[in-house]
């Protein structure tokens, strides 16, 4: 396929783009996007079942309630979606390394230790909120769990990798290869919201609540990569989501709970998503402050030519 198939849709090697455009490069054909997605999903799936057999092999009532193994394979499983997100917009896309963490390229250290204290900061209150006000928890507050403490050294260890793996495939790679086709990032923004919310087993006719807090979450995050130039934001506050939560499950002794949620009531929903909105304003007013990249030239790879 030429590289002008979409012309009214084209950019010009060269030009500066914003982040959900790179993957328009002059190695740009249709079917790209697709093959490198089912081969990060088909090598995510063949991942997760070589972390998670052995423990179910070991225990067959691991699935049943959830315990530092299965959240260790689990949190491993998913941050084998960094590598295999970067290797294939590298390899198959033919793009500089780190431009899918951001435009810099590369992942930009010091914005996202910022970002990752305004998180926690926003994460704490919120919590604090929470608690004081009649909200319904979506899952039973009781005693910590058995294991509470290997809980939360394997969230502390691994949430920030598995939150990362996420947002490297939906805000990523996903979010570029829908870019690459459609220039306003709205629709990608939507698409990636969507996928990533059905990829959490959460269906609008089962959980009206807990879809809308999905999707709202994943519509924020978009809007933030391509505001900020780059993950670093969406990293910061799903991981710091994650990690408060896993660390108030295991206290709580909820973690298969937290896992596996069907539901949630809307008080909760509210909260959660004022939360996002919160992080998201203070987020953006950072990326001002420091001035961060938002556009960059779409690349050359050398000795590229149309396909």
């Known amino acids: 396929m030429a590289y002008n198939q979409f012309p009214l849709q084209d950019v010009v090697p060269g030009d500066p783009q914003p982040y959900h455009r790179q993957m328009r490069n002059s190695w740009f054909a249709v079917w790209r996007p697709a093959l490198g997605t089912l081969a990060i999903l088909c090598g995510w799936i063949i991942i997760t079942v070589i972390c998670v057999l052995p423990i179910q092999a070991l225990d067959p009532e691991a699935a049943k309630k959830v315990g530092w193994e299965m959240l260790l394979a689990t949190n491993l499983s998913l941050a084998a979606l ?10 198959l896309h033919q793009q500089p390394s780190g431009l899918l963490s951001s435009l810099k390229p590369g992942l930009r250290w010091r914005p996202l230790a910022i970002f990752l204290i305004a998180a926690v900061v926003v994460e704490v209150a919120m919590l604090g909120v929470a608690l004081l006000l009649p909200v319904d928890f979506a899952t039973e507050v009781s005693g910590k769990a058995d294991d509470a403490t290997a809980i939360i050294v394997v969230v502390l260890l691994t949430s920030t990798f598995q939150a990362a793996g996420e947002e490297y495939f939906f805000r990523g790679y996903l979010l570029q290869a829908f870019g690459s086709i459609m220039r306003s990032p709205i629709v990608p923004i939507l698409l990636t919201a969507l996928i990533f919310t059905l990829f959490h087993g959460v269906w609008p006719w089962e959980s009206l609540a807990l879809f809308f807090d999905r999707f ?91 396909v």
């Open 82 to 91: 960094i590598p295999l997100s970067l290797g294939m917009a590298k390899f």
């Open 216 to 306: 709202a979450f994943g519509v924020l995050a978009g809007w933030l990569v391509v505001r900020t130039g780059g993950l670093e934001a969406a990293i910061a506050v799903h991981a710091v989501n994650n990690i408060i939560t896993f660390i108030f499950a295991a206290m709580t002794d909820s973690v298969t709970e937290s896992l596996g949620i069907t539901d949630a009531p809307w008080s909760l929903v509210l909260v959660d998503i004022a939360k996002f909105v919160l992080f998201a304003a203070i987020g953006l007013w950072i990326a001002r402050k420091l001035d961060l990249q938002r556009t960059a030239r779409v690349a050359l790879p050398p000795l590229a030519k149309p």
